[in-house]
């Protein structure tokens, strides 16, 4: 055999020798993300996180592998707790759904993974935007929209709770008529913006799912939040309070609807009075 056919004999060894080699890869790397399935099922998370690391490991174009990886490692960040262990796997779950986006840029969980990340570890803004982003690809998501309202409220209220402890006083729910002016102007300038939003977006959630009865509870807590602001409007301040009674009125009424639709509902009660 002259050289130019070794050569070529040699190379078409090599070549099939890649080819099995990234055969049995890939069947070692669907090995490795069942196991790692079957781990996340009995929310054993780390060994699940290293079986999904070994099958992208073996072959990185293996559909969902970066995904379950990313699911897994957000699955273990602990909501609150900002110590360097925590962030970091949270920003690694971040990275890698990040990379699923770059090819998929409209793969709505990875979105809406990335925005309950970063409410998680209470990176508030992060994590409104990230819902607008879900909102942008499927406009009619109601957790999206509700989660922006939860998020606004929680910071409107935070504002409330620290602008009423600096005249020694707590929210009375009930538009706070007796607090300083001053403070209520601080209130007023602080929050206004938060409470419009979210109440366009909590709007948007219960107008999305007609029976959402968390995001109705929330329209009620808003609209106490946006009685605070009424400060130089007294008609206006007793107008949403009425509207926040009414809606904890459909929050319970819808309650009630789902309870009385849930299987078992009816029939023998026990007596609560024995």
Known sequence: MNRTARTWALAAGLAGMVISMSGCNRLAARDQLNKGVEAY????????????????????????AKTYLATALAQNVVPGLDSPENLKTAQQAIGIFEEVLAKDPNDVNSLKQIAGIYYSIKKFDDAKAWQKKVLAVDPKDPEAAYTIGVIDWTLAHENTLKALATAGANDDGEGNAKAPKKVLEQIKDENSQLVEEGLQYLQQAVANRANYDDAMAYMNLMYRERADIQCDDPAARSADLKTADEWVDKTMATKKAKAEKQPGAGGIVMDQKQ
Do not use: C, N, V, W
């Not at 099922?41 to 070994?54: D, L, P, T, V």
């Open 41 to 64: 099922k009995s929310a054993r998370y780390e060994e699940a996180i290293g079986h999904f690391q070994k099958a992208t490991q073996l072959d990185p174009s293996l559909p969902m």
